[in-house]
């Protein structure tokens, strides 16, 4: 019974020390490409806080003309961009992102559309019976303004037929390496998308070209630029995520070993005295 029961713990213990080896591995990996995304995050950051100054102070001309991205185009309808990663383990990062993006839907169903990123928000999404209008796969792990493009010229070609009013992106945004919320970001109309500017923008500007045509050039700039962070933010929430994850897993596979390794002892240990007591009681039987 004894050896029976030591052969199936030793299984176990190879069992766990090879999922062991995988959680590390990736976790290795994770880091690797975390430290990447983030120094990325940083460098956009960077740009895209000056583009957000730019902008504000165009906004805030009071020359402006009617312009759908700042006024709007009149429908009611709401698209929701959910942005999920192509691979697994990454803990909840994909559930949360999912779920917010699901109650946000249920708000106001029948004037809700979808777009989902990545193929394991598609497969989630399909699950619950969840159409999307267009789904896009294979994000790569620094995403460029090519990827970003492909998905706000989808999203906003919707806004320009007026088959959709509002444009949002359901994303986990990276705060620091121990917190990342998920958050419902409206970046079309930019009407309360842009913080609010203390600079002093009195001084008088001229436009070249006129005022109207710089602002459509701008907005589209800005559009793309801001859809581009919003997806490197993403990124690096996945793996830092899928990192944390993997060092909890690997921390689960150490516990569980020492437990069968302590396990394992004292069952040897338990029928190693059991044959020494046999031997014994043996040889006092020959007296």
């Known amino acids: 019974m004894a050896g029976a029961g030591l052969v199936a713990i030793k299984r176990r213990i190879k069992s766990v020390n090879n999922t062991k080896k995988i959680t590390k591995a990736v976790s290795l990996v994770a880091t690797s490409k975390l430290r990447r995304a983030k120094q990325n995050l940083d460098i956009n950051n960077n740009y895209y806080n000056h583009l957000k100054k730019i902008m504000s102070r165009v906004l805030k001309d009071r020359e402006r003309e009617e312009n759908i991205y700042i006024n709007g185009n009149g429908s009611n309808k709401k698209i929701y961009i959910a942005l999920t990663s192509d691979s697994g383990l990454c803990g909840g990062f994909n559930v949360g992102v999912v779920q917010k993006t699901v109650e946000a839907i249920l708000k106001d169903k029948d004037n809700s559309s979808l777009i989902v990123v990545g193929e394991k928000g598609r497969t989630h999404f399909k699950k619950i019976g969840y159409e999307a209008l267009a789904e896009y796969v294979e994000i790569p792990d620094i995403p ?89 933010n993403s990124k690096v929430s996945e793996q830092n995520s899928r990192m944390t994850a993997m060092d909890g897993a690997t921390k689960n596979a150490d516990d569980i070993l020492e437990k069968l390794n302590l396990k394992y002892n004292r069952i040897r240990q338990s029928a190693i005295t059991q044959e020494i007591s046999e031997i014994v009681g043996g040889a006092e039987a020959q007296k």
């Open 144 to 232: 460029t303004t090519k990827e970003a493009k492909i998905i706000i010229d989808k999203a906003f070609s919707l806004y320009k037929n007026k088959e959709i009013g509002e444009i949002n992106v359901v994303y986990t945004e990276f705060i620091s390496s121990v917190k990342q919320e998920v958050v419902i970001r409206k970046i079309l109309p930019f009407e309360g998308t842009l913080p609010d500017d203390e600079e002093n923008y009195d001084t008088y500007i001229e436009y070249e070209p006129e005022n109207y045509k710089f602002l459509n050039n701008i907005s589209s700039i800005f559009l793309m630029q801001t859809m581009l962070n919003i997806m490197l």
